[in-house]
């Protein structure tokens, strides 16, 4: 069933999944919504309970829902724009996995296999790119830099034939 809320989810998560940050196009195509809360679990269509989600979160997320108990042990799922993830995990830029830094972090990375081998691919190309970008950036300042010295050196070398003449 098409839902009219879609381009306005897709555009709270910038087109990408909450839970792993994969792209649309990195993922070849929409994404999936997923409830933060399961309707199973007395959950809503309200668009605070609604994330865009890539179809593997989704389905390793299914109809998870924390008993009290669990709450009470901080197994639960981050919401991606009410937690502040960075207090609970951290990408290890060397190995592109994510380390908990909490149990709620631990338990999140878990149930949602955040470190699966896909997942590590994607995070370290990733990182490449935007190594690869920097370097573009700075080549690219630096041949600007390089042609305004030439343009510089041409103007000087033209004065001087002017007054040699």
Same mark, same amino acid.
């Given at each position: 069933?098409? #839902?009219?809320?879609? @381009?306005?989810?897709?555009?709270?998560? !910038?087109?990408?999944?909450g839970?792993?940050?994969?792209? $649309?196009?990195?993922?070849?195509?929409?994404?999936?919504?997923?409830?933060?809360?399961?309707?199973?679990?007395?959950?809503?269509?309200?668009?605070?309970?609604?994330?865009?989600?890539?179809?593997?979160?989704?389905?390793? &997320?299914?109809?998870?829902?924390?008993?009290? $108990?669990?709450?009470?042990?901080?197994?639960?799922?981050? /919401?991606?724009?009410?937690?502040?993830?960075? /207090?609970?995990? #951290?990408?290890?830029?060397?190995?592109?996995?994510?380390?908990?830094? !909490?149990? !709620?972090?631990?338990?999140?990375? !878990?149930?949602? /296999?955040?470190?699966r081998?896909?997942l590590? #691919?994607?995070?370290?190309?990733?990182?490449?790119?935007?190594?690869? $970008?920097? &370097?573009?950036?700075?080549?690219?300042?630096?041949?600007?830099?390089? @042609?305004?010295?030439?343009?510089?050196? @041409?103007?000087?070398?033209?004065?001087?034939?002017?007054?040699?003449?």
């Open positions: 069933m098409p #839902r009219p809320d879609l @381009e306005l989810i897709r555009q709270r998560y !910038t087109f990408a999944c839970y792993c940050g994969v792209s $649309e196009v990195s993922a070849g195509g929409l994404l999936t919504v997923d409830h933060y809360r399961p309707l199973a679990a007395d959950g809503d269509e309200s668009l605070a309970n609604l994330i865009y989600a890539c179809i593997r979160c989704n389905q390793h &997320k299914y109809t998870y829902w924390p008993t009290e $108990e669990d709450a009470n042990l901080g197994l639960r799922v981050l /919401h991606p724009l009410r937690d502040i993830l960075s /207090h609970h995990y #951290r990408l290890n830029p060397q190995t592109g996995r994510l380390e908990p830094l !909490t149990e !709620t972090g631990r338990f999140h990375i !878990t149930l949602l /296999h955040l470190n081998p896909r590590v #691919r994607h995070r370290l190309a990733q990182q490449l790119r935007e190594v690869m $970008e920097g &370097k573009l950036a700075l080549l690219e300042r630096q041949i600007h830099e390089l @042609e305004e010295t030439i343009t510089a050196q @041409e103007r000087y070398i033209s004065a001087l034939e002017e007054q040699i003449d």
